[in-house]
């Protein structure tokens, strides 16, 4: 029985300790399982969460470019909208960061600039989107070298058309370049004017557009993008402005050719009858129903040569100058009645020539009023209510 107690003694640790080494196996073995389990399940669950958000590469889609010329480089953007996520795409921004020692538009060969993206996050979780959008860089390089463009470069180009009897000279200005960048730059006229004289300087402004010339490698050579050049008006005419000029043999042509239009046949007056017997009261008749006023005749009374006064040329819409020649009249049909009247005929502008010469066109005469009262017909050939203009009585 000792024997065999001894042995119990012996055996029963034993057990003990195999029984525990097997449940640590056993639990070790369940804790791999746990572990692996878990790992399986988050590889699926980032799987199928990862396979449902839509991948958005801001650099992929950003496309940068580089234009001008060494020393005036300018770096842009552009970026790819993806259909269906325009809303997104509004509230991305690109930032593109320029060396310390260059602005934008000024850099040269071998700089660096930074691109940097911002976009709203809340927005592109709710849209499913996974947005990857890592600082990036461009090295500015292949930059040509300027095309250097002179003032008389720049101006060759223009065309200055200068149209009309001095002091009424217009001026237009064209840009016939055959150079396919100086046809896009914008000429126009510094404080332009409705009226110009001879040898009236007119300043011409050239204004470039940044982006062409900068892509196009093109420079002005005062640095800017913008030159003046100044231009004097020609004209080979000129209005006459002092009543001193008219030559006597001309102002006798113009009243004998004013007298001439005051017709004598029937009908000739039927512009002004009808007005002029209404004022003096008197019925008209007709015959075959159709009036039958005439001009009975004219005499001279007198004649005013008319200037637009300087102050006031910007506002003229009509002609320089003109003479004024009142005449007395009458007005008749065929009953016999008559009314006696004043009348004003206009000759205008008298130019004097290149060579010194003044004309008229006798054939532009004409009756500008008839009138029964002779303050009217004064006032009108005085210009007593126009203050554009001034009248001298011409006394030969």
Do not use: W
């Not at 839509?54 to 001008?68: C, S």
């Not at 042509?253 to 009261?281: C, H, V």
Request: hydrophobic share 35%.
């Amino acid at each position: 029985m000792g024997v065999l107690e001894t042995k119990r003694v012996i055996r029963q640790p034993k057990r003990r300790r195999m029984l525990r080494h097997m449940h640590m196996i056993r639990v070790c073995v369940s804790l791999f399982a746990l572990v692996v389990l878990t790992t399986v399940l988050g590889i699926v669950v980032y799987v199928v969460g990862f396979a449902g958000y839509t991948n958005v590469d801001l650099g992929e889609l950003t496309r940068a470019e580089v234009y001008g010329y060494d020393g005036h480089g300018t770096v842009s953007t552009s970026t790819v909208v993806v259909p269906g996520y325009e809303e997104f795409f509004e509230t991305v921004s690109v930032e593109i960061i320029e060396p310390k020692e260059s602005a934008n538009g000024q850099l040269s060969n071998g700089d660096k600039v930074d691109i940097e993206y911002g976009y709203d996050k809340q927005l592109a979780k709710q849209l499913g989107l996974r947005v990857k959008a890592s600082e990036e860089y461009v090295i500015v390089k292949d930059l040509p070298e300027a095309t250097v463009i002179s003032d008389e470069e720049l101006f060759a180009g223009i065309d200055i058309s200068c149209e009309g009897i001095a002091p009424m000279v217009s001026v237009e200005l064209n840009n016939n370049s055959t150079d396919e960048v100086l046809k896009t730059v914008q000429f126009e006229i510094v404080n332009p004017k409705n009226n110009y004289d001879v040898d009236e300087e007119v300043v011409v402004k050239a204004v470039c557009d940044a982006e062409i010339f900068a892509k196009n490698a093109y420079e002005l050579e005062n640095g800017t993008l913008e030159s003046t050049k100044s231009y004097k008006v020609t004209a080979t005419e000129r209005y006459v402005s002092d009543a001193e000029m008219l030559p006597t043999e001309l102002l006798e042509q113009m009243r004998a050719a004013g007298a001439k239009l005051f017709g004598t046949n029937p009908g000739d007056a039927n512009e002004y009858g009808l007005r002029i017997f209404s004022d003096a009261g008197q019925m008209y008749t007709t015959e075959n129903k159709e009036y039958t006023f005439r001009f009975t005749g004219t005499s001279y009374i007198s004649s005013y040569f008319v200037c637009a006064t300087p102050e006031n040329m910007e506002e003229l819409k009509n002609h320089y100058n003109d003479v004024r020649i009142a005449y007395d009249t009458a007005i008749t049909q065929s009953d016999g009645k008559v009314v006696a009247a004043e009348a004003v005929v206009i000759f205008r502008n008298i130019v004097q020539n290149e060579d010194g010469s003044i004309s008229v066109d006798l054939d532009s005469g004409e009756i500008v009023s008839v009138s029964r009262s002779d303050a009217q017909i004064k006032g009108l050939v005085r210009c007593s209510d126009d203050e554009n203009y001034t009248s001298v009585r011409l006394e030969r």
